[in-house]
């Protein structure tokens, strides 16, 4: 009998009528074969530790871009910014929350904290301004609190370097390439886009690719108990 590996050999179609491949005339039932192993029922495939990302756009999305003047006026007041994650970049100080300009920002995360999430007073810890310039990025960090997230001010979604989480499995590598296939293994994200916000949970590894644009990546992001 020819097999699955001649079939695909072959040329198999669904539309092939000839005895190659898994025609009718070779298919084997598990239930006409003897020796074939127990019987058995109800196969369902159920998720455990699943790792949860809310997304969500921003309808004020010019209220949201009067920030970046802002942003670039703190940047011109404090040049050396923060070196954490960030490489060939400017980063903010994490006290954005407590200035007036961006009230407004706070208040929506914090509302799409406990409406969305859970039905608990949420508090911003704090929050800070990413730009990358061409060829700028930040290597794999997490952060602290219980939410983390970033909002999205100005990018090009093709070019400017995505969001990339990393699995938390921390073990899923061990299964190989098989195992890459079967359990989704590689390395997930998004793509930038004005406007865009996500939030995930503070432990939940990630990084920012390189900006390959020849404009400025600019998001804020934050950390939320």
Not at 10 to 33: A, K, M, P, R, W
Not at 54 to 59: E, F
Not at 127 to 154: A, D, F, K, R, Y
Request: hydrophobic share 35%; net charge negative; proline share 5%.
């Amino acid at each position: 009998m020819t097999g699955i590996k001649d079939g695909i050999s072959g040329g198999l179609s669904s539309q092939d009528n000839s005895d190659t491949g898994l025609s009718e005339g070779n298919f084997i039932s598990i239930d006409e074969v003897t020796n074939s192993g127990l019987n058995y029922h109800d196969v369902a495939t159920e998720g455990f530790y699943v790792t949860p990302v809310w997304k969500w756009m921003v309808s004020d999305i010019e209220k949201l871009k009067e920030l970046v003047p802002v942003l670039y006026k703190i940047k011109e007041e404090n040049p050396e910014g923060n070196n954490r994650s960030n490489f060939a970049s400017w980063q903010s100080p994490d006290d954005l929350h407590l200035r007036p300009e961006f009230k407004d920002l706070v208040q929506m995360l914090l509302n799409i904290s406990e409406v969305q999430i859970q039905n608990h007073p949420w508090e911003c810890i704090g929050m800070w301004s990413n730009i990358n310039p061409p060829g700028g990025g930040n290597n794999v960090h997490m952060h602290e609190g219980v939410l983390s997230g970033t909002v999205w001010l100005q990018a090009n979604p093709e070019l400017s370097g995505g969001l990339v989480f990393c699995d938390p499995r921390i073990r899923s590598k061990m299964s190989g390439q098989r195992g890459s296939l079967i359990f989704g293994t590689n390395n997930k994200g998004y793509h930038p886009i004005d406007g865009m916000g996500v939030l995930f949970p503070a432990w939940f590894e990630h990084f920012v690719l390189e900006n390959k644009d020849d404009k400025d990546r600019i998001s804020i992001s934050f950390n939320l108990v």
